[in-house]
């Protein structure tokens, strides 16, 4: 339980670079909440491998293992991502924050529990 909650805490880092950079580029920049969205995931999975590999999981696995490793997992969180941002925001019409929201309530689970077991998990 104390790793899960090193693993969230943390993340919010990792979570704030995701929402800076999306509000940023469909505020300022005038890009799709879609675009904005995944633009924003993948700056966050870049903010979040240090801090996993280093601080949450404590991981011996060599960068070289864990590293492809974690993108993976990032990849497949992308398309959920993806899919989930486009079912709220263009089919039930929530306003792009909130789907951000409960997007990223789901994928925090998902990415702890793969990284935990397959990622970083000792060799």
Same mark, same amino acid.
Request: net charge positive.
């Given at each position: 339980m104390g790793r899960f909650l090193r693993f969230a805490a943390l993340g919010l880092t990792g979570t704030a670079a995701h929402y800076l950079t999306l509000v940023g580029l469909v505020e300022w920049g005038r890009l799709?909440? %879609? %675009?904005g969205s995944v633009a924003g995931f993948c700056v966050g999975a870049l903010v979040n491998y240090g801090m996993s590999h280093r601080f949450v999981f404590r991981s011996q696995r060599a960068h070289q293992e864990a590293l492809p490793r974690f993108f993976a997992v990032a990849l497949s969180g992308l398309a959920w991502n993806g899919t989930l941002m486009h079912v709220l925001v263009n089919l039930a019409?929530?306003?792009? &924050? @909130? @789907?951000? *929201? *409960?997007?990223?309530? =789901? &994928? =925090?689970?998902?990415h702890y529990a793969v990284n935990a077991v397959w990622t970083f998990r000792a060799p």
């Amino acid at each position: 339980m104390g790793r899960f909650l090193r693993f969230a805490a943390l993340g919010l880092t990792g979570t704030a670079a995701h929402y800076l950079t999306l509000v940023g580029l469909v505020e300022w920049g005038r890009l799709d909440p %879609i %675009i904005g969205s995944v633009a924003g995931f993948c700056v966050g999975a870049l903010v979040n491998y240090g801090m996993s590999h280093r601080f949450v999981f404590r991981s011996q696995r060599a960068h070289q293992e864990a590293l492809p490793r974690f993108f993976a997992v990032a990849l497949s969180g992308l398309a959920w991502n993806g899919t989930l941002m486009h079912v709220l925001v263009n089919l039930a019409e929530w306003p792009y &924050l @909130a @789907a951000q *929201v *409960v997007t990223t309530g =789901v &994928l =925090v689970f998902w990415h702890y529990a793969v990284n935990a077991v397959w990622t970083f998990r000792a060799p």
